[in-house]
Nanobody, 125 residues
Framework: QVQLVESGGGLVQAGGSLRLSCASSGGTFSRYAMGWFRQAPGKEREFVSHISRSGLFTYYADSVKGRFTISRDNAKNTVYLQMNRLEPEDTAVYYC??????????????????WGQGTQLTVSS
């Protein structure tokens, strides 16, 4: 059973940067593609970014493209989300997820089998 634990959330001013981490345990990390999702108050969970098992392929939601960067360190069983030029609209609980299926291209949560508990990001204006 894969367990995922996010960290790094907090309060940051608009325009600032923050890096989220997601540590994995209980499975062979390199077997899983990883994704980041977020859920703002009163809204549905939405796709943020995806990285392939090797780290060679990455995908982003249009809303974060050019500002966020996903990466992974398979030796450390960790995936990261570097977030720059943060905006108040980025305020949400951020979740990481792991899955073995190929990326579907539509950012569906169904691509993933395991989820973390989330970490809160608040961006003040």
């Amino acid at each position: 059973q894969v367990q995922l634990v996010e960290s790094g959330g907090g309060l940051v001013q608009a325009g600032g940067s923050l890096r989220l981490s997601c540590a994995s345990s209980g499975g062979t990390f390199s077997r899983y593609a990883m994704g980041w999702f977020r859920q703002a108050p009163g809204k549905e969970r939405e796709f943020v970014s995806h990285i392939s098992r090797s780290g060679l392929f990455t995908y982003y939601a249009d809303s974060v493209k050019g500002r966020f960067t996903i990466s992974r360190d398979n030796a450390k069983n960790t995936v990261y989300l570097q977030m720059n030029r943060l905006e108040p609209e980025d305020t949400a609980v951020y979740y990481c997820a792991a899955g073995t299926r190929p990326y579907s291209g539509d950012g569906s949560s169904a691509d993933y089998d395991y989820w973390g508990q989330g970490t809160q990001l608040t961006v003040s204006s």
